[in-house]
C-alpha cells in the first residue's frame, strides 16, 4: 500500500500488466480467456485520469487480444511479447523474414501433428505453441523435439512462457517494449504487474520510483506479490482512487502552507502565492466571502500579484506578530488584519463590527489585484461598482469595500459573477501602495492614520503579548508561533477559544470526513488556554471561563452542557451542506455546523477544572467564579460518569464507555479536590468519588490480550486517547501497565512522524491521518518514562511537517507528506507547547 500510494504521487505514470494470469483468469482455452469486470473498470477509471497512462503487454498476437480483451481505446495493447504496438505494428514482414517464419511453422506443425491437445497459435510474426492441455508425458516429449528442432534455426528467437512456446522471426522482449511504451509517453514512474516467466524481462528493468507486482509463486525479480487476478484487480482499483485523489489535491496549495490572519475577531487564511482564499464575514461562523480554500477561484479570493506572473520567492510572519509578508522579484506585499483602531483593554467594544484588513504593497514592477467577493459561499450575486477611491460591494446583505485608489480598474463578468481587476503601476516617485479591504462598513474614505502607523500598532499588540511570555528553552521560535496560533484563534469580544479557523478541510483528500471547527469546544480551549496559562499569559483563560461560566448558568444543568457552542455561547444550527462548493481537492462534503453538539462528551469536564487548578494556583487563591465552576463540573461528573458518551473523537456511533472519558471525570474529580482544600473546604464526598471512578478504570479499561489501555470498556481495541491515564497521574509513571500500553501505542499506531487516533472502523468509509496532537502526547510519554532522544526526535519530525509560516493543520498524511484536517488546528499547536515544555521538565495535568 504505501509503494502504491508514492507510485500514485508521480508527476507522469505508465501502468502496464499482462494478460493471461493477471487481468484475465487462466482457462484451458486460451481462446475463451477474458478480462475480470473488476479489472476492466479499473484500468479504464486509470486511463482516464490526466498523466497517466495505461498499456496491456501480451505474449498474444494484437488481433487476438484486441478481440478477447474487448479494452477501451484509451488503454494501449502490445502484442506477441513486445512486437505489435497497436495499430503501429506492420503485419508485412520483409521476404526474407516472411520465407523464415513459413518455413519454422512448417518444422512445428510437421512435430505436433497427431499429439492430442495441442494449440498452435499463428501470429504477424512468430508461432505460439500452446502445451496446457497436453498430456504430461506428451508436453515433455513435444517440448524437447521443439527446442532442439525448430528453435535451432537461424534468426529463431525463442519466448518461454507458462505451458507456452513461441518461435518469432524478429526478437522479442516485453522489457524493451515497456520501456519504449515509458520514453514514448515520458512517464516519470512505471507499474507492471505479471504472472510469467515473461513479465521478467520487464520486473529486471524497473528500478527507482517503479513498482514491479508478481501475480501467483515462484521465482521472480519483483519486489512485491498478490495471489490471484482477483487482487490484481484490487492493485488496479486502488491505484486509481489513490491517483485520483492526488491529481485532485495536486494543484491545491498545500493546506499546511496557508498563513493565519487575526484581529482577535476575524481570522483569514492566505496562501504561499499571496491569495487570500478564505474570509468569513460578519462573523468566524459565517458564510465565506472568500472561500476558493474550498472551492476553486470561482468560490472567490482577494490576489495581489505581479502582472508577469512570476513565482514568489518567499512568505513568512514578521518575527512575533500575526503580519505576513509575500515577496516577489520587483514586489512585497505585507498583509495584517489592523488592531490600532481597536479599544484599549477596559474600554467598550464598538457596537458594529468591522474588519480592515491591509495590504501594504511595494512595488518595483506592476502588479495586479483580482478582487472576486462571493458572499454567502458565491450563493448571492452582487456587483461590483467602481468609484474614484476603489470598489464597493453591491447588492449584499453586509456592506463591503476595497479601498486602493491609486489602481486602474476593470470590470470582468463570467456570465453570474463580476470580479474587480486593478492594476498598480509604479513610477520613480510612487511604489508604496495601500489596498484595504473592509467589511461592516461602506466607508471609503481615506483611514485618519498613515499605513505604517497602523502596521506599527498592530504588530506593536502581538509583540507586547509575546513578551510577557515565559517560553521553553526548546524550540523556542515554533513555541511562539503556537503560541501566536492560539492567541489569534481566541475571540477576545466573547472568551471563546476557536478550535480552528477553518470548516471542510478533509482529514483524507477526496473523501467524506470533513467537518466545522469554527466553534468554541469546551475541551479544545480549556486546554488551549491552560497552555497559555503554562507560558505565562491569563487573561485568555480568565476570558474564556468568564464566557463558560455564563454559558453553564444558562444550561438546564451543569451535566447538560453541550460539547461546544458559537463564540457567542448559543448553540449552533442544524449541520448542513454546501453544496455549490466542490470542497477543498474535490473533498465533498462541505459542512456548516456540526452534529456533535448534540452528543455526550463526558471528558469535557476534565480540560475545565484542570485548568482552574492551575490558574488558582498561580494566582494563590481562589475566586468565586473558580469555586462555582468547580462544584458545577464536579457534580455534573458525579451525576453521568457512570453513562456511556461519545468520546474525544466524536465518534458518530452507538455511545460507548470510553477510557479516556472515565479518566477526565477522574481528572475532574481529582483537581477540583485540590480546588476547594486550597480554600479550606474539603469535600470527602469527592474523595470517595475519585477513588471509585479511578478502580472502575482500572479495573475495566485494562485488556490483558493486548496489554494495554483500551478505548472502551466494550471496545477493547487501542487508541492513544488511552495514553491518558499515563498523562493524567491516575497511575505512576513507572507502572507496568502504563509502560506496555505506550509500547502497544507506539507500535500499532505510530506511523513515521505521526500517531494515528485508532485503527477499528468508525463507520465512515476512508481513511484518515495521523492526529498532531496524539503525536505529542505520545512525545509526553516517551519523557514520562524517560526516552529523552526519543521525544526530541519524534518532536522534531512533528515541526518539520508544518507549513510555510510554521501553522500546523489537524493531521499529517505520512504516506502523502502533506497536512490534512482543518487549519491552523488548536490541538496541533496545544501539543507543540506541551511537548516543548515536557522537555524543559513541565508536565501539565499530571499531579
Known amino acids: 500500500m504505501d509503494a502504491l500510494r508514492q507510485f500514485a504521487r508521480a508527476p507522469s505514470i505508465l501502468v502496464g500488466c499482462d494478460y493471461d494470469g493477471t487481468i484475465a483468469p487462466i482457462v484451458d482455452d486460451p481462446t475463451h480467456a477474458t478480462p475480470l469486470p473488476e479489472s476492466v473498470v479499473a484500468l479504464r477509471a486509470l486511463a482516464g485520469l490526466s498523466h497517466t497512462t495505461v498499456a496491456v503487454v501480451s505474449g498474444r498476437s494484437l488481433r487476438d487480444l484486441a478481440t478477447l480483451s474487448r479494452l477501451p481505446g484509451e488503454i494501449h495493447l502490445v502484442g506477441s511479447h513486445g512486437s505489435e504496438f497497436d495499430a503501429d505494428f506492420l503485419s508485412d514482414l520483409e521476404p526474407g523474414l516472411a520465407a523464415r517464419l513459413r518455413e519454422v511453422t512448417r518444422v512445428i506443425e510437421d512435430l505436433v501433428s497427431g499429439v492430442p491437445g495441442v494449440l498452435v497459435e499463428h501470429k504477424p510474426a512468430s508461432v505460439a505453441v500452446h502445451l496446457r492441455r497436453c498430456a504430461s508425458a506428451d508436453s515433455t516429449r513435444l517440448a524437447t523435439h521443439l527446442l532442439t528442432g525448430p528453435a535451432t534455426l537461424p534468426g529463431v528467437y525463442v519466448t518461454y512462457g507458462k505451458a507456452v512456446l513461441e518461435f518469432a522471426v524478429i526478437r522479442m522482449d516485453k522489457g524493451h517494449a515497456f520501456e519504449a511504451l515509458r520514453a514514448g509517453h515520458g512517464a ?46 484490487r492493485v488496479f482499483a486502488t491505484l486509481a482512487e489513490e491517483r485520483r485523489i492526488w491529481l485532485a ?22 496562501t504561499p502565492h499571496g491569495r487570500v482564499s478564505w474570509l468569513c464575514h460578519p462573523g468566524v461562523d459565517a458564510p465565506a466571502v472568500f472561500a476558493e480554500l474550498l472551492g476553486g477561484e470561482t468560490a472567490g479570493h482577494f490576489t495581489i500579484a505581479p502582472v508577469s506572473g512570476s513565482a514568489p520567492l518567499s512568505q513568512t510572519y514578521v518575527p512575533d506578530t500575526m ?8 514586489l512585497t506585499v505585507t498583509d495584517y488584519l489592523d488592531r490600532s483602531d481597536q479599544p484599549g483593554p477596559g474600554a467598550a467594544a464598538p457596537a458594529a463590527l468591522s474588519t480592515r484588513l491591509v495590504r501594504a504593497v511595494h512595488a ?28 464597493r460591494v453591491m447588492g449584499g446583505a453586509e456592506p463591503i469595500t476595497l479601498r486602493c485608489p491609486e489602481a486602474t480598474w476593470d470590470i470582468a463578468h463570467d456570465g453570474v459573477h463580476e470580479t474587480a481587476i486593478g492594476t498598480l503601476t509604479p513610477t520613480a516617485q510612487l511604489r508604496e501602495f495601500t489596498v484595504e479591504l473592509r467589511t461592516g462598513t461602506d466607508d471609503l474614505s481615506r483611514h485618519r492614520l498613515p499605513e505604517s502607523q497602523r502596521r506599527s500598532m498592530t504588530e506593536e499588540h502581538w509583540r507586547t503579548w509575546v513578551q510577557r511570555l515565559n517560553v521553553p528553552e526548546h524550540h523556542h521560535e515554533h513555541v511562539v508561533r503556537s503560541a501566536l496560533t492560539l492567541k489569534a484563534l481566541c475571540h477576545e469580544r466573547t472568551g471563546a477559544i476557536l478550535a480552528a479557523a477553518t470548516t471542510s478541510l478533509p482529514e483524507g483528500l477526496g473523501g467524506v470526513r470533513n467537518w466545522d471547527y469554527r466553534y468554541c469546544w469546551l475541551r479544545d480551549a480549556a486546554l488551549a488556554a491552560q497552555v497559555l496559562v503554562a507560558l505565562g499569559s491569563t487573561e485568555e483563560a480568565q476570558a474564556f471561563l468568564l464566557w463558560l461560566h455564563i454559558v453553564i448558568a444558562g444550561a438546564a444543568a451543569p451535566e447538560r452542557v453541550h460539547p461546544l457552542y458559537t463564540v457567542h455561547g448559543t448553540p449552533l444550527g442544524s449541520e448542513a451542506v454546501v453544496d455549490v462548493l466542490p470542497g477543498y481537492a474535490g473533498s465533498r462534503p462541505v459542512r456548516v455546523g456540526n452534529a456533535a453538539q448534540g452528543q455526550v462528551q463526558l471528558d469535557v469536564f476534565g480540560p475545565i477544572v484542570d485548568l482552574i487548578a492551575d490558574l488558582v494556583k498561580l494566582r494563590g487563591r481562589a475566586t468565586d467564579d473558580d469555586l462555582w465552576l468547580t462544584r458545577a463540573c464536579v457534580q455534573a461528573v458525579a451525576s453521568r460518569w457512570r453513562e456511556p458518551d461519545h468520546g474525544i473523537w466524536e465518534i458518530r456511533d452507538r455511545p460507548r464507555h470510553h477510557v479516556h472519558s472515565k479518566v477526565m471525570c477522574w481528572l475532574a474529580v481529582t483537581r477540583g479536590i485540590e480546588v476547594m482544600e486550597s480554600v479550606g473546604q474539603p469535600q470527602p464526598e469527592w474523595v470517595a468519588l475519585q477513588a471509585e471512578i479511578a478502580a472502575d478504570v482500572l479495573e475495566q479499561g485494562w485488556h490483558e490480550p493486548l496489554q494495554s489501555f483500551v478505548c472502551a470498556y466494550d471496545r477493547p481495541e487501542l487508541d492513544a486517547a488511552a495514553l491518558h491515564v499515563a498523562l493524567t497521574g491516575l497511575l505512576p509513571h513507572d507502572d507496568p501497565r502504563l509502560v506496555s500500553t505506550v509500547e502497544a501505542v507506539e507500535a500499532a499506531l505510530r506511523v513515521g512522524p505521526t500517531v494515528l487516533r485508532y485503527t477499528y472502523d468508525d463507520g465512515l468509509p476512508g481513511r484518515e491521518g495521523g492526529m498532531t496532537i496524539c503525536t505529542t502526547w505520545l512525545i509526553e510519554c516517551y519523557l514520562r518514562a524517560g526516552l529523552r532522544e526519543e521525544a526530541e526526535e519524534l518532536l522534531r519530525q512533528v515541526l518539520e511537517c508544518s507549513g510555510r509560516t510554521g501553522l500546523l493543520s489537524e493531521q499529517w498524511d505520512a504516506a502523502g507528506s502533506r497536512g490534512l484536517g482543518n487549519h491552523p488546528q488548536a490541538y496541533s499547536h496545544i501539543g507543540v507547547i506541551r511537548a516543548a515544555l515536557a522537555l524543559d521538565g513541565i508536565f501539565l495535568s499530571s499531579r
Not at 503580519?323 to 520587483?330: C, E, L, P, Q, S
Not at 502588479?367 to 470598489?391: C, K, M, N, S, Y
Open 188 to 233: 516519470a514512474a512505471a507499474l507492471f504487474i505479471g504472472d510469467d516467466v515473461t513479465d521478467e524481462s520487464v520486473f529486471t528493468a524497473l528500478s527507482g520510483p517503479d513498482v514491479a507486482i508478481k501475480v501467483g509463486g515462484g521465482q521472480t525479480a519483483a519486489r512485491y506479490r498478490v495471489d490471484d487476478p482477483i487482487d490484481a484487480a
Open 249 to 270: 489535491g495536486a494543484e491545491s496549495t498545500p493546506i499546511q502552507d496557508h498563513g493565519l490572519l487575526s484581529d482577535g475577531t476575524t481570522v483569514a487564511l492566505v
Open 323 to 330: 503580519t505576513i509578508t509575500t515577496r516577489w522579484a520587483g
Open 364 to 391: 518595483r514592477v506592476p502588479a495586479r489585484i483580482v478582487f472576486a467577493p462571493r458572499p454567502e459561499f458565491g450563493q448571492v450575486t452582487v456587483r461590483l461598482d467602481i468609484t474614484p477611491d476603489g470598489v
